[in-house]
């Protein structure tokens, strides 16, 4: 054999992400909420279309922003959740000995 089978890409079936998070999405027309695990990797673009269209197939129609106490702005599709600035806490959390999901970001 020239190609080990743990390196033919044959064989690949998806890639191993850093970190996995939990992000919750609401369609605020609707009222719905879906809670989704998603790759730290992932742009929004990905996530809308390889997890969240299954849920609501309409989702590339819609504007997608982020709402905080101080403001709300238009998120960057193109981008990740931390490059948008929605960012990850639940180490904080659980070293203040909270659930990991105590707060999942929306």
Same mark, same amino acid.
């Given at each position: 054999?020239?190609?080990?089978?743990?390196?033919?890409?044959?064989?690949?079936?998806?890639?191993?992400?850093?970190?996995?998070?939990? +992000?919750?999405?609401?369609?605020? !027309?609707?009222? @719905?909420?879906?809670?989704? /695990?998603?790759?730290?990797? $992932?742009? %929004?673009?990905?996530?809308?279309?390889?997890?969240?269209?299954?849920?609501?197939?309409?989702?590339?129609?819609?504007?997608?922003?982020?709402?905080?106490?101080?403001?709300?702005?238009? +998120?960057?599709?193109?981008?990740? !959740?931390?490059? @948008?600035?929605?960012?990850? /806490?639940?180490?904080?959390? $659980?070293? %203040?000995?909270?659930?990991?999901?105590?707060?999942?970001?929306?």
């Amino acid at each position: 054999y020239d190609l080990p089978w743990w390196q033919d890409s044959r064989y690949v079936i998806g890639h191993l992400t850093r970190k996995s998070r939990r +992000l919750k999405v609401v369609n605020v !027309l609707t009222g @719905n909420e879906a809670t989704l /695990e998603v790759c730290s990797e $992932e742009t %929004l673009q990905e996530i809308m279309i390889h997890r969240y269209m299954d849920v609501n197939a309409h989702a590339s129609s819609y504007t997608w922003k982020r709402h905080d106490s101080e403001s709300t702005w238009t +998120l960057d599709m193109t981008k990740t !959740l931390e490059e @948008n600035n929605i960012l990850d /806490e639940t180490e904080e959390f $659980e070293a %203040l000995g909270l659930a990991s999901d105590h707060y999942i970001p929306a």
